[in-house]
């Protein structure tokens, strides 16, 4: 059984439960209704070529690539012959459920996304790598309503040997005070990213423009979304989220409150508008180094539709210019940034084509942080006063085939 909405003129296909999502184009999608309404070979290559005027050999030859292509993709047999990098999300999903509870004295209480996380840390060394980093509430030692869950975080040990245990389960162990601060803040990520209860978790940038306007900023690694994000922000838009982005059963954006994390190749561009970045310690992260940042005023809390999807790219040598993304490509877009789905289901596809159809999407290319900064805001102004987003979702994409 297959799940079915549409996209404009394109079709969206699904399987239940899976996480995959495949697009077909007008052509293909019209295609495709035949094969599922009975037509094959040499009636369907007959039926075709009538139909366009086309020779049967040219017929033939174009059905036999696209089935080979849905066929690798795994959409007529079920089986999946495309290598798929690991998600990037969801690490910890043994993480017991939080429970009724007060966390230890001098435990932090943190608002993450919909959620509130308690983080206590044993060591004054690493509680003091981490201070910065984690703005807290005004009372820490203030403790929790017995009645309300939350999830509890605890680091044990210094930096030379750690655990970190969530809700009571060992998340991870390791040595050395980097690892320690990474280890800490990808848990309260995931916390909040956690995609059995979210729509879809977005590698991206989310903010918030003066005014109350939720901007998502989608891209891969490398594009100069992190570079941007950290510039909107010092320019005077709240801060979301900085890597990935939550998304509520309602489409909305939810922040985590945690810092922005710099490459180097984004130091010298922001140095001039983030005076402290060169104060910030740098930290070895998967291999690279990066630098924490906290956010630019007070971190965005609350759900916001978003009224914008930005697709950044930062090309040096290019002139600064925008273009228009039909929803098709915006849907291209998000896969092509690791948005993670679980559990797809029919409302759950039709959302998401709702969602992507009436946001509005851009692709923006900048040669500099300047030029990058007054795309931003040309769009912004020109967006209609009561701009925003209905409920929605996205997921991984394939046009005509699969793109994990």
């Avoid at 710099?262 to 402290?276: F, Q, T, Y």
């Avoid at 978003?306 to 950044?312: D, G, H, R, S």
Wanted: with cysteine; proline share 10%; aromatic share 6%.
């Amino acid at each position: 059984m297959m799940l079915e909405t549409r996209l404009g003129t394109a079709r969206l296909l699904a399987r239940p439960g899976e996480r995959r999502l495949w697009v077909l184009d007008a052509g293909a999608a019209a295609l495709w209704d035949l094969h599922t309404a009975g037509w094959a070979g040499e009636s369907l290559v007959g039926l075709l070529a009538e139909h366009f005027e086309l020779a049967p050999a040219v017929t033939r030859h174009y059905l036999d690539g696209s089935y080979a292509e849905w066929q690798a993709a795994g959409l007529l047999t079920g089986a999946d012959t495309v290598d798929r990098p690991c998600d990037p999300i969801e690490i910890v999903p043994n993480l017991p459920e939080p429970a009724p509870g007060a966390a230890p004295l001098g435990a932090w209480w943190r608002s993450v996304a919909d959620r509130t996380v308690s983080l206590w840390i044993q060591d004054e060394g690493l509680r003091a790598a981490l201070a910065p980093l984690l703005p807290t509430s005004p009372d820490p030692d203030d403790t929790q309503p017995a009645q309300a869950p939350c999830d509890h975080l605890a680091l044990y040990g210094d930096k030379t040997h750690w655990t970190l245990r969530g809700n009571g389960a060992e998340l991870a162990s390791d040595q050395g005070r980097d690892a320690a601060v990474v280890a800490a803040l990808s848990a309260i990520t995931e916390l909040g990213c956690r995609t059995r209860e979210r729509l879809l978790v977005v590698h991206g940038a989310g903010l918030l423009a003066p005014g109350g306007r939720a901007l998502l900023l989608i891209a891969p690694g490398g594009c100069g979304k992190s570079t941007l994000a950290a510039g909107l922000n010092a320019a005077g838009c709240g801060l979301l989220s900085d890597d990935v982005v939550p998304v509520t059963p309602a489409g909305d954006l939810l922040g985590l409150g945690l810092p922005l994390c710099l490459k180097p190749g984004s130091w010298p561009v922001l140095r001039a508008r983030r005076p402290d970045l060169d104060q910030a310690p740098a930290v070895q992260r998967f291999g690279q180094t990066v630098r924490y940042l906290p956010a630019h005023g007070r971190p965005v809390t609350g759900a916001h539709p978003p009224a914008l999807f930005l697709f950044p790219r930062y090309h040096p040598g290019q002139p600064p210019h925008c273009e228009p993304r039909l929803p098709e490509q915006a849907l291209q877009g998000l896969v092509e940034a690791e948005a993670v789905i679980r559990d797809l289901d029919q409302a759950k596809l039709e959302a998401l084509a709702r969602w992507v159809s009436a946001v509005p999407a851009y692709a923006l290319t900048y040669p500099d942080l300047d030029s990058g900064l007054a795309l931003v805001r040309d769009l912004l102004e020109a967006l209609p006063a009561s701009s925003g987003g209905p409920c929605g979702v996205a997921c991984p994409f394939i046009d005509d085939a699969v793109t994990p």
